[in-house]
């Protein structure tokens, strides 16, 4: 089989069971969200089968032939998105503790049915399902990709169809980021000019765009109904100068900030002495939280480079408390680690500086955790190798093997399991003009990154997945996805 990521223990068995015309989804408890998990899984395997399959609420285990999700009196220690799935000839049991795990293991089993499934129009079965007793759970509680819609904006369509493959891949962190020098993609309604002029351009000179509130909502719906948590990001004291564009107010004096459609980094920074600036920062933090179900606010750090090393940290440390009494967890960039943070602030790794180890360090000491998203491991922005027409090299090439053989306990950096919160496969979007750009960078990639937040550390092997990954091939494909055919996979057809 050719799961990824790929399941904690997976024992075959020598039964089978073929979807039929008759085969119902039933579903206990007969909950609201029992229920839409049961519809979800009809949904997606309805168009290709062209059968019914009815979600249909029961109070007890259905007889042959059927399909079986289950919530109640389950194993605890599945935990919050952990599974247990059995395929036999009588049909198929999927339990789980916690509505979650019931929502990964139907990625898992449409991952075992013929990659025609996940064709939108109606394809020859048969739909067999092999034998198999699985029990999975994840190694992290972060498994995360970040887009970024400033530098080139991505509409909403766009955007709930990443979430889908995201949620293919078990990602439960979707990182939206918002705002840079090129685009400010959030509407603010206490700062109307935010998206009026910051969202009116981008990369190149094109027309941008952004989220309205009501847009962005829908977006953080559509991500909650796959049990993925949308993590906004409003990158500061750096990579502002789209709202400095929109207000000057906001720059140092005798700056006239312009709107800005280049690919440079670190040439701008809020005025951190402003008490005027941290209104703006209060008024943004608060409509954002109003709109963010999750725990998460993303308040970026990143290349403050116009920004005095003691500048940046007083503004972190104000920010953060902002952030706190919003309700809300601070994550940032590594460099946010210079400051005093809350046990609870999570710090993204992504340079490969000897500093970034001494930042990481003094995170952790601080009772932080760490999502680590190597740039020169997971950052989908970078090329593939020296023909790939899109992305940057700064971080060198990231061939589908380099994205894979890694570990975020290894990378030298002295960091254990416990400070590790998770992975993030970043994509910046300087050369990704178009979906179909994303999902050439982003696969097979984000794949395999995620398989390392989510399966065993252990015996993990590029060996065996570069095989694995062969035989998915044709589901990218049958997903519509132009993926990058790296000349290490030995792909079919
Ligand atoms: N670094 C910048 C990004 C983006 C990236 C492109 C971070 C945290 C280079 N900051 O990565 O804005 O420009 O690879």
């Known amino acids: 089989m050719d799961i990824i990521p790929k399941p904690t223990l997976l024992t075959p068995n020598e039964g089978r069971f073929d979807l039929t015309h008759d085969t119902r989804i039933y579903v206990t408890p007969a909950s609201v969200e029992a229920m839409n998990i049961g519809e979800y899984l009809g949904e997606r395997l309805r168009p290709a089968t062209g059968f019914a399959l009815p979600a249909t609420p029961t109070a007890s ?9 289950s919530l109640i009196d389950t194993d605890a220690a599945l935990g919050e998105e952990g599974y247990a799935l059995r395929v036999g000839a009588e049909g198929v049991t999927l339990t789980a503790h916690r509505p979650a795990g ?66 293919y891949y078990k990602v ?67 990579h502002t100068m789209a709202a400095l564009a929109s207000y000057p107010e906001l720059s140092r004096e005798g700056i006239m900030p312009s709107l800005y459609t280049g690919t440079d980094v670190g040439m701008s920074s809020l005025n951190t002495r402003s008490n005027f600036t941290y209104q703006f920062i209060e ?19 990143d290349e403050a480079y ?23 967890i601070m994550v940032g960039w590594e460099e946010i680690a210079k400051a005093r943070l809350l046990p609870q ?32 491991r997971a950052y989908l922005d970078m090329k593939y190798d020296r023909t790939t027409p899109l992305g940057h090299t ?16 290894g990378m030298n950096m002295e960091l254990v399991e416990d400070n590790i919160i998770g992975v993030e496969a970043p994509l ?53 996805i132009d993926f990058y055919r790296s000349p290490q996979v030995i792909w079919p057809v």
């Open 102 to 167: 019931l929502f990964r293991g139907i990625q898992t089993l449409r991952q075992m049915l013929p990659p025609a499934i996940e064709q939108r129009a109606e394809q020859p079965g048969p739909w067999s399902l092999p034998g198999v007793e699985i029990r999975d759970v994840p190694r992290f509680s972060w498994r995360g990709a970040m887009l970024d819609v400033s530098r080139h904006f991505f509409g909403v369509e766009d955007v709930k169809r990443y979430i889908d493959h995201l949620a």
């Open 172 to 238: 439960n962190r979707f990182h939206l980021h918002l705002s840079d020098d090129q685009g400010w993609r959030i509407e603010i309604k206490a700062w109307p000019k935010l998206t009026e002029i910051g969202g009116s351009t981008q990369v190149g000179g094109g027309p941008g765009g952004f989220f309205t509130q009501e847009q962005y909502a829908e977006i953080v719906r559509y991500a909650q109904s796959r049990y993925i948590v949308v993590v906004p990001e409003i990158d500061m004291p750096g």
């Open 61 to 69: 285990a259905p007889s042959f032939g059927h399909i079986y999700l």
């Open 345 to 376: 602030t999570v710090v993204q790794f992504w340079r490969g500086h000897p500093s970034s180890m001494a930042l990481a360090r003094r995170a952790v000491e601080q009772g932080a955790r760490i999502i680590m998203s190597p740039a020169s």
């Open 306 to 328: 116009k920004t005095s090393e003691a500048d940046y940290v007083a503004f972190i440390e104000r920010v953060q408390g902002i952030i706190e009494r919003h309700g809300k």
């Open 394 to 409: 700064w971080a060198g090439f990231v061939e589908v093997q380099t994205a894979y053989e890694w570990d975020p306990v």
């Open 283 to 301: 008024d943004v933090i608060r409509e954002i939280a109003e709109l963010t179900p999750g725990p998460f606010i993303h308040i970026g750090g």
């Open 428 to 480: 910046w979007s300087e050369t990704a003009r178009t979906l179909d750009d994303a999902e050439y960078l982003a696969f097979p990639r984000l794949a395999g990154i995620n398989e390392i937040g989510w399966s065993c550390a252990a015996g993990r092997t590029w060996e065996e997945y570069r095989g694995r990954l062969a035989a998915h091939g044709p589901r990218f494909a049958m997903m519509g």
